[in-house]
């Protein structure tokens, strides 16, 4: 029976005659469904298609108007079970396809000693495993190097695959099966035997030249379709290629295509800055800054902690940080003059521009993590060393510097170092003492002797050099930790270190992507890039490129034309 009519007040009670009156029509009213008025057919997902929930619709009989239910039912249509309702509600979405014809992938060995997550990283597309790349990884999984880790976290994502119940190697795993919602394809093993036909000149027993003979065979069975080999080994593509066979480098562990597209962290306004911001500009002071608010297409190039600066002949200059953006208008801060003597922070001063912005950085408490790029000579350890000592010795806001490196020799190794773990990284830290003795020379230089002595001994003591092999599990509070050479860090390695920091914790990562030493990493995977892309905008991080030499005029020379 459907529900009398809603009071007119907030209140007011019906009276007998309208009860009466509804139930009359309700009874005239003919029935022409056994679904009551008030059922309503639940709602779908939004993850079921909508081409495929109109089959289940109820059709309305012929000669029948529907009802309000029957035509809601229609447009709302209602799952065949409720097996179906909760697969819907369960399944994530999964990432929309390019629309062109999927492409089949055959793995080298290294590429997954290289990430064990590659096999998720292909999106809609296929991927092969040829049996001797199965064989490599099993030889490849004893010890404790990152190389062997990653063989085994691939053995095990392989066990898992097949592990899933109805998995059928000979028609492809599923990799969705695991989670990985954005891998759309099938992974297929070598499980039948096929026709390779290699030439003579290369040699059937070596491993390389057995995938090669795999993708030469594929690609005759699966034409029309593209067969690609990704490897990491430069010889091996090319080699590929000469076979007339499709070759590409692994891609996905590459933050930047071109170095020269890192961001600097440093931005020149245009000559006419002043002029389109003279109308809509505001400015106020607070403290000893001054802010502005600027608005303007350049404000969609900004980030947070990004410096800008404005140097025109016969108009004043301007050198500030961007501390705010909303909308269409940023706000600029200027910067403190480390260039001047009374600013001196443990006795050094900018001598350049970039300095002058590191060292805003640096001494901001605000301020979690820097980055600080540069060529050899352009001041980044003395920098971080400097204000380092000055806000733990001075200011007390840190209890000690810790100091670490990646120990990737330049040259020939040699060999195992004897004593303690600081001991042994004492070799690595030649860096720190040069800079130390510097410092110590400048901050006791009318203490005598023994005054020096002392200082150098008191900054000794607050200084801490540790190992990056034993950083895992670790929580640093309220330290001030700087990570030298980072340019010689994976991704990887730059992750576990970032995640060390605890609260209070300052992080200084200072290298020279021009100088990796460490094999197989580039300007674009590594672990510096990696970090400078993804911490960019952040408002508790920053990162300045110096691009101008401090050391002498001979580093200067020898950086600019060797």
Same mark, same amino acid.
């Not at 001991?423 to 110590?440: H, I, R, Y």
């Not at 576990?496 to 100088?515: D, E, S, V």
């Given at each position: 029976?459907?529900?009398?009519?809603?009071?007119?007040?907030?209140?007011?009670?019906?009276?007998?005659?309208?009860?009466?009156?509804?139930?009359?029509?309700?009874?005239?009213?003919?029935?022409?469904?056994?679904?009551?008025?008030?059922?309503?057919?639940?709602?779908?997902?939004?993850?079921?298609?909508?081409?495929?929930?109109?089959?289940?619709?109820?059709?309305?009989?012929?000669?029948?108007?529907?009802?309000?239910?029957?035509?809601?039912?229609?447009?709302?249509?209602?799952?065949?079970?409720?097996?179906?309702?909760?697969?819907?509600?369960?399944?994530?979405?999964?990432?929309?396809?390019?629309?062109?014809?999927?492409?089949?992938?055959?793995?080298?060995?290294?590429?997954?000693?290289?990430?064990?997550?590659?096999?998720?990283?292909?999106?809609?597309?296929?991927?092969?495993?040829?049996?001797?790349?199965?064989?490599?990884?099993?030889?490849?999984?004893?010890?404790?190097?990152?190389?062997?880790?990653?063989?085994? =976290?691939?053995?095990?994502?392989?066990?898992?695959?097949?592990?899933?119940?109805?998995?059928?190697?000979?028609?492809?795993?599923?990799?969705?099966?695991?989670?990985?919602?954005?891998?759309?394809?099938?992974?297929?093993?070598?499980?039948?035997?096929?026709?390779?036909?290699?030439?003579?000149?290369?040699?059937?027993?070596?491993?390389?030249? =057995?995938?090669?003979?795999?993708?030469?065979?594929?690609?005759?069975?699966?034409?029309?379709?593209?067969?690609?080999?990704?490897?990491?080994?430069?010889?091996?593509?090319?080699?590929?290629?000469?076979?007339?066979?499709?070759?590409?480098?692994?891609?996905?562990?590459?933050?930047?295509?071109?170095?020269?597209?890192?961001?600097?962290?440093?931005?020149?306004?245009?000559?006419?800055?002043?002029?389109?911001?003279?109308?809509?500009?505001?400015?106020?002071?607070?403290?000893?800054?001054?802010?502005?608010?600027?608005?303007?297409?350049?404000?969609?190039?900004?980030?947070?902690?990004?410096?800008?600066?404005?140097?025109?002949?016969?108009?004043?200059?301007?050198?500030?940080?961007?501390?705010?953006?909303?909308?269409?208008?940023?706000?600029?801060?200027?910067?403190?003059?480390?260039?001047?003597?009374?600013?001196?922070?443990?006795?050094?001063?900018?001598?350049?521009?970039? =300095?002058?912005?590191?060292?805003?950085?640096?001494?901001?408490?605000?301020?979690?993590?820097?980055?600080?790029?540069?060529?050899?000579?352009?001041?980044?350890?003395?920098?971080?060393?400097?204000?380092?000592?000055?806000?733990?010795?001075?200011?007390?806001?840190?209890?000690?510097?810790?100091?670490?490196?990646?120990?990737?020799?330049?040259?020939?190794?040699?060999?195992?170092?004897?004593?303690?773990?600081?001991?042994?990284?004492?070799?690595?830290?030649?860096?720190?003492?040069?800079?130390?003795?510097?410092?110590?020379?400048?901050?006791?230089?009318?203490?005598?002797?023994?005054?020096?002595?002392?200082?150098?001994?008191?900054?000794?003591?607050?200084?801490?050099?540790?190992?990056?092999?034993?950083?895992?599990?670790?929580?640093?509070?309220?330290?001030?930790?700087?990570?030298?050479?980072?340019?010689?860090?994976?991704?990887?390695?730059?992750?576990?270190?970032?995640?060390?920091?605890?609260?209070?914790?300052?992080?200084?990562?200072?290298?020279?992507?021009?100088?990796?030493?460490?094999?197989?990493?580039?300007?674009?995977?590594?672990?510096?890039?990696?970090?400078?892309?993804?911490?960019?905008?952040?408002?508790?991080?920053?990162?300045?490129?110096?691009?101008?030499?401090?050391?002498?005029?001979?580093?200067?020379?020898?950086?600019?034309?060797?």
């Amino acid at each position: 029976m459907p529900l009398p009519p809603p009071p007119a007040k907030r209140g007011a009670q019906l009276s007998p005659e309208v009860i009466d009156l509804s139930t009359r029509r309700a009874k005239a009213r003919p029935q022409t469904s056994k679904t009551p008025a008030l059922t309503q057919p639940p709602v779908l997902p939004r993850s079921i298609e909508p081409e495929a929930a109109v089959v289940n619709a109820r059709p309305t009989p012929i000669g029948r108007a529907p009802q309000e239910s029957e035509a809601r039912s229609a447009r709302e249509p209602r799952p065949t079970n409720g097996k179906v309702q909760a697969a819907a509600q369960a399944a994530p979405r999964r990432k929309p396809r390019t629309g062109g014809p999927t492409r089949l992938f055959v793995l080298d060995t290294n590429v997954l000693l290289h990430d064990p997550m590659a096999l998720f990283r292909f999106e809609e597309h296929d991927i092969f495993l040829p049996m001797i790349v199965l064989e490599e990884l099993d030889a490849h999984k004893k010890g404790m190097t990152e190389v062997a880790r990653n063989g085994r =976290q691939t053995s095990r994502m392989l066990d898992a695959l097949a592990g899933v119940k109805g998995a059928d190697m000979t028609q492809g795993l599923e990799l969705v099966s695991t989670g990985h919602v954005h891998a759309g394809g099938k992974l297929y093993f070598q499980t039948t035997p096929l026709d390779v036909s290699m030439p003579a000149a290369l040699p059937p027993g070596k491993a390389d030249n =057995q995938i090669l003979g795999v993708v030469a065979a594929l690609e005759k069975q699966h034409a029309p379709r593209e067969v690609v080999l990704v490897s990491k080994d430069i010889n091996m593509r090319v080699k590929a290629r000469a076979l007339g066979l499709t070759a590409e480098d692994y891609q996905n562990d590459k933050t930047l295509e071109d170095g020269d597209l890192l961001y600097s962290g440093v931005l020149q306004l245009p000559s006419d800055f002043w002029t389109r911001q003279s109308k809509t500009i505001e400015s106020w002071q607070s403290g000893s800054s001054t802010f502005y608010r600027v608005s303007g297409p350049a404000v969609a190039s900004l980030y947070i902690n990004q410096f800008v600066y404005f140097e025109a002949p016969g108009e004043p200059s301007l050198y500030a940080r961007v501390t705010e953006i909303r909308d269409k208008t940023a706000v600029l801060k200027t910067l403190k003059d480390y260039t001047h003597l009374k600013n001196g922070v443990w006795g050094v001063t900018a001598r350049n521009r970039e =300095q002058n912005f590191a060292l805003n950085l640096l001494m901001d408490p605000e301020v979690d993590f820097v980055t600080l790029a540069g060529t050899a000579g352009t001041g980044k350890t003395l920098l971080a060393l400097a204000s380092g000592l000055t806000q733990v010795l001075d200011d007390r806001r840190y209890t000690e510097i810790i100091m670490t490196r990646a120990t990737v020799s330049v040259g020939e190794d040699i060999g195992f170092l004897p004593g303690t773990e600081e001991e042994k990284m004492g070799p690595w830290m030649g860096a720190l003492d040069d800079n130390l003795e510097f410092l110590a020379k400048g901050d006791a230089s009318g203490a005598g002797e023994w005054g020096r002595a002392a200082t150098n001994e008191l900054m000794r003591s607050r200084i801490k050099i540790k190992s990056m092999n034993f950083m895992r599990g670790r929580t640093f509070m309220n330290k001030w930790i700087i990570i030298d050479e980072a340019q010689n860090l994976t991704p990887k390695q730059m992750k576990t270190l970032i995640t060390r920091a605890g609260p209070g914790t300052k992080i200084i990562c200072m290298g020279n992507l021009a100088q990796i030493d460490t094999p197989y990493l580039t300007e674009g995977s590594s672990g510096m890039t990696y970090a400078v892309d993804r911490f960019k905008g952040w408002p508790h991080g920053g990162h300045v490129t110096l691009a101008r030499g401090e050391r002498s005029r001979l580093a200067d020379f020898a950086s600019e034309v060797l």
